[in-house]
Nanobody, 124 residues
Framework: QVQLVESGGGLVQAGDSLRLSCVVSGRSFGSYAMGWFRQAPGKEREFVAA???????RYADSVKNRFTISRNNAENTVYLQLNSLKPEDTAVYYC??????????????????WGQGTQVTVSS
């Protein structure tokens, strides 16, 4: 069973930065596509960013040029750097692993494993 553990969330002010980490168990991390999603209270889970096994990244328009996704295959870790945070970025952030890259990586249904989430709260 693959396990994902996120960390790095917290309470920050608008304009601040955070770096989220997600450590993935197992020996197949290098072949996974990885994604970050977020869910605010009363809203559906939404795509934030994704990165393929060979580090091709894609972003939601709402976070483009502010957030950066990266991965370190030697450490089984995917990162999400959050810059210029806004109150509307407040949500629980989840990382997810897709064992097969067969779509766009934009939909939650494309992912096989999920972490427990980490809370990001941005005050104005």
């Amino acid at each position: 069973q693959v396990q994902l553990v996120e960390s790095g969330g917290g309470l920050v002010q608008a304009g601040d930065s955070l770096r989220l980490s997600c450590v993935v168990s197992g020996r197949s991390f290098g072949s996974y596509a990885m994604g970050w999603f977020r869910q605010a209270p009363g809203k559906e889970r939404e795509f934030v960013a994704a990165i393929t096994w060979n580090s091709i990244a894609r972003y939601a328009d709402s976070v483009k040029n502010r957030f950066t996704i990266s991965r370190n295959n030697a450490e089984n870790t995917v990162y999400l750097q959050l810059n210029s945070l806004k109150p509307e970025d407040t949500a629980v952030y989840y990382c997810a692993a897709a064992t097969q890259f067969i779509g766009t990586l934009l939909g939650p249904y494309e992912y096989d494993y999920w972490g427990q989430g980490t809370q990001v709260t941005v005050s104005s």
